[in-house]
Nanobody, 122 residues
Framework: QVQLVESGGGLVQAGGSLRLSCAASGRTFSNYAMGWFRQAPGKEREFVAGINWTGGSTYYSDSVKGRFTISREIAKNTVYLQMNSLKPEDTAVYYC???????????????WGQGTQVTVSS
């Protein structure tokens, strides 16, 4: 089992920045690829960013590419999502998730956090 706890969400004005953190505990964190997903009201949960188990490969959705950066700090069992140039359409609950191989498909992720709310005002 892997337990994931997100933090760092909040209210920010358009153009601002936030950094989300996802702290992992349980089974060996470094064995897992990690992903960030988000879900806005009335919408499907969508892939935002992913990172492989070494941290050497990262993946982004087109909507956040160039604005968001995913990273991981294995010694701290933590994955981050740095979000810059935020837009109102980035408003959603953000979830981190763990899987064996990074994917944009939410169905392959084995473990999920409880989510953290990000609200971007215009």
């Amino acid at each position: 089992q892997v337990q994931l706890v997100e933090s760092g969400g909040g209210l920010v004005q358009a153009g601002g920045s936030l950094r989300l953190s996802c702290a992992a505990s349980g089974r060996t964190f470094s064995n897992y690829a990690m992903g960030w997903f988000r879900q806005a009201p009335g919408k499907e949960r969508e892939f935002v960013a992913g990172i492989n188990w070494t941290g050497g490969s990262t993946y982004y959705s087109d909507s956040v590419k160039g604005r968001f950066t995913i990273s991981r700090e294995i010694a701290k069992n933590t994955v981050y999502l740095q979000m810059n140039s935020l837009k109102p359409e980035d408003t959603a609950v953000y979830y981190c998730a763990a899987t064996s191989v990074v994917s944009i498909r939410k169905g392959v992720y084995d473990y999920w956090g409880q989510g953290t709310q990000v609200t971007v005002s215009s």
